[in-house]
């Protein structure tokens, strides 16, 4: 079995849902897109993952905030509101009589093409947009057990040439510096800005523990996480240094603590990285404090939905 970040309890009702592609409803074994689409062709497009916790898409309007970020960035101009794309969310989650426990994948592609082609301007229709909910909770043995880390020579790009603050589908480089990690025996991949400072991992944001303190990159060179603004945000409700600075592996290898971050699994425990071990090996307490505090914040965001 995958053990890893997006490692997910087995649950046999995501054989039958239903999936909306540009707000019609399919069998999952029936929603089926365009090879001319524009996402499959050349990558194209941007996305969002939510969660549907006890009734209420959490943080939606952070997720959103993003989404229509990254279009702008690319040139995609949107044909919908952000209230009409959430009606289709709702529509479709209504349709899966879901309440709780759910991932919700949108997914944004500039559209059809009328001939295999990088050049927007040969796209006929569109946009697709396709929304995926299913019921996923991440594994409680993998978040105890923890992952470990393979540092990539893959470097996290530049925002010159394509800004890894951009959720888009051009996600190569990442599943490239994955496969690294996975053949040297790791679980995920730590990623390293173009200066040599540690980034991010290849699908969630680093952080580490050091003297009481928590570190994460400066933002420049990695995602733009929602649940990394988060923690960010509820060690300063809670008095606990966070700095967002460059650091190397030297800091990463003596640290007293390491996690990640990511919609689907919140904060799980980094336990080894390139073969060493990181503090004792285990969760720790600052990780398991700030992830309780991470669930309290989403528990207020349900209570304000």
């Not at 524009?38 to 939510?50: F, M, Q, R, T």
């Not at 044909?79 to 759910?102: H, Q, S, Y």
């Not at 060179?221 to 008095?239: F, L, P, Q, W």
Request: aromatic content about 8%; some cysteine.
């Amino acid at each position: 079995m995958v053990h890893g970040t997006h490692n997910a309890q087995d649950d046999s009702r995501n054989d039958s849902i239903l999936i909306s592609i540009n707000d019609e409803l399919f069998k999952r074994n029936e929603a089926k897109i365009s090879v001319f689409d524009s996402g499959y062709l050349v990558g194209d497009g941007v996305w969002e993952a939510l969660r549907l916790h006890n009734g209420v898409l959490v943080f939606l309007e952070d997720h959103f905030k993003r989404l229509w970020q990254s279009a702008k960035t690319v040139g995609m101009s949107l044909p919908f509101t952000k209230e009409e794309l959430t009606n289709r969310v709702w529509k479709i989650i209504n349709a899966n009589n879901m309440t709780d426990g759910v991932h919700v994948r949108i997914m944004i592609t500039r559209g059809i093409k009328k001939t295999p082609s990088q050049d927007p301007r040969l796209t006929i229709l569109g946009p697709n947009v396709v929304i995926i909910p299913e019921y996923k909770k991440a594994s409680k043995d993998s978040k105890e057990k923890g992952i470990s880390l393979f540092t990539s020579t893959i470097r996290r790009g530049s925002p010159d040439y394509l800004d890894p603050r951009l959720n888009c589908h051009s996600k190569l480089h990442e599943v490239q510096a994955l496969i690294q990690a996975i053949e040297a025996g790791a679980d995920e991949a730590l990623m390293l800005d173009v200066n040599g400072f540690v980034s991010t991992c290849n699908a969630t944001n680093f952080f580490i523990v050091k003297d009481g303190e928590v570190w994460t990159s400066t933002g420049k060179y990695c995602m733009n996480g929602i649940t990394r603004a988060k923690v960010i945000e509820v060690c300063s409700s809670n008095n606990i240094p966070c700095k967002e600075k460059d650091f190397s592996l030297f800091d990463v290898y003596g640290a007293d603590e390491a996690f990640v971050t990511g919609t689907f699994g919140g904060l799980t425990p980094v336990t080894k990285i390139d073969g060493r071990t990181i503090g004792e090996g285990g969760f720790g307490k600052m990780t398991r404090k700030l992830s309780h505090l991470y669930e309290e914040l989403i528990e207020t965001n349900v209570k304000h939905g």
